[in-house]
């Protein structure tokens, strides 16, 4: 038994572990905690701390520099905010600000391992030159390349074939051309997440060249112009139909491995509002060509279920909610989603985009 009057045995102070003799520990355990509060800081934050010092510089510049937002936001900008906010003279000046600073700086492009970019077709630099600022970015994760082409008649130059060599995250939205995205998607077996929303010119073909070699696909995205009236303008065409048969066949040959899919049919009225008011033909769309590929079975792994477009037939949404084995599905009506509704609120992503309004030298 211990005797409560006893006293505990003396310690000499110089026999205790002392972090004094120990710096490169201490040192070591400051830059750990440093680390971990940078990684929780907002974009802007780490913009401010990095002005204020060479050693808070040297910490945020990897932080800032790991995910590059310079991109055109032309979808989902909700009504409060003005035309202002995705100015295309504004983004063309960041872009070329970044540029200039990875030629500067090359060894800048080893931290980026998320890109958002527009590539336009004219302005600060031609997409030649896009592909050449991108070649350095080989550790590059997520991408997602918005090409505003609109009202071209003849398509800039396609990618190079091999650009982001260890990218697992791609989305391309709008212009691409077929050369381009199937250039871009060079690895199809690494790929994890695909998202493509085509543009006002449909180009079939590259989920055809891609079924059966993206092994690893966990989430699908895919989003087109559709017209929501069997006697709209211009609703023969080709490619229209050329397309939702690829789709469908894709997602029958990838439905083992997929977790998320989201199918989009985005209303295209081509100036006549008087379509709106006819019944919605993208719930026949659905209902004929997607469906049956979702009831058929085999679909073991599949969580969630986004079906954007979709019009206002209770009966129809009823009907698929009893159909379809999934944990999770949702319906998205009028204009179908983009993105950015995806990922994260637009405000998130302007944010970081102005970021690269910076006038100042950043990981010199």
């Known amino acids: 038994m211990v005797n409560s009057s006893e006293q505990p045995p003396y310690i000499p102070l ?3 572990p002392s972090t004094e003799s120990q710096p490169s520990v201490k040192a070591a355990l400051v830059d750990d905690i440093q680390r971990i509060i940078f990684s929780y800081l907002q974009t802007s934050d780490l913009l401010t ?3 204020c010092s060479e050693k808070f510089n040297m910490l945020a510049t990897p932080y800032l520099y790991r995910s590059v937002y310079l991109l055109l936001h032309v979808y989902g900008r909700p009504k409060s905010l003005s035309e202002e906010d995705c100015n295309i003279f504004d983004v063309c000046a960041r872009q070329d600000l970044f540029r200039r600073t990875i030629m500067d700086r090359p060894h800048l492009a080893r931290l980026v391992r998320e890109i958002r970019w527009t590539v336009f077709a004219t302005g600060v630099c031609e997409p030649a030159e896009y592909w050449s600022l991108f070649e350095p970015f080989k550790l590059v994760q997520r991408v997602y390349l918005d090409f505003d082409y609109e009202g071209l008649r003849n398509s800039p130059q396609p990618s190079p074939a091999g650009l ?5 995250h791609i989305a391309l939205s709008r212009n691409w051309s077929l050369e381009t995205a199937l250039n871009l998607l060079h690895t199809p077996s690494r790929m994890i997440h695909l998202t493509l ?4 010119i449909q180009i079939p073909g590259v989920l055809t060249a891609l079924a059966g070699e993206c092994t690893n696909l966990r989430q699908l995205y895919l989003s087109k112009p559709s017209r929501i009236s069997e006697d709209e303008p211009y609703s023969n065409d080709e490619n229209d139909t050329a397309v939702i048969l690829e789709w469908r066949s894709f997602l029958g040959a990838s ?11 985005t209303a295209v009225s081509h100036g006549c509002m008087e379509y709106f008011t006819s019944p919605d033909v993208r719930d026949l769309i659905f209902a004929k060509e997607f469906i049956p590929v979702f009831v058929g079975g085999g679909w073991d792994n599949l969580e969630s279920l986004v079906l954007g477009g979709v019009g206002n037939d209770e009966k129809q949404k009823e009907n698929l909610e009893a159909s379809v084995p999934v944990a999770q599905l949702s319906f998205r009506s009028g204009r179908g989603w983009s993105l950015e ?3 994260e609120a637009y405000p998130i992503a302007l944010e970081r985009s102005r970021v690269w309004d910076i006038r ?3 990981g010199s």
């Open 341 to 343: 509704a995806i990922y």
């Open 49 to 51: 701390l990095a002005l």
């Open 164 to 168: 982001f060599p260890r990218a697992t």
């Open 14 to 16: 110089r026999s205790m």
């Open 255 to 265: 439905k083992s491995t997929l977790h998320e899919v989201g199918l989009a049919l």
């Open 197 to 200: 929303i085509y543009g006002s």
């Open 360 to 362: 100042v030298s950043l």
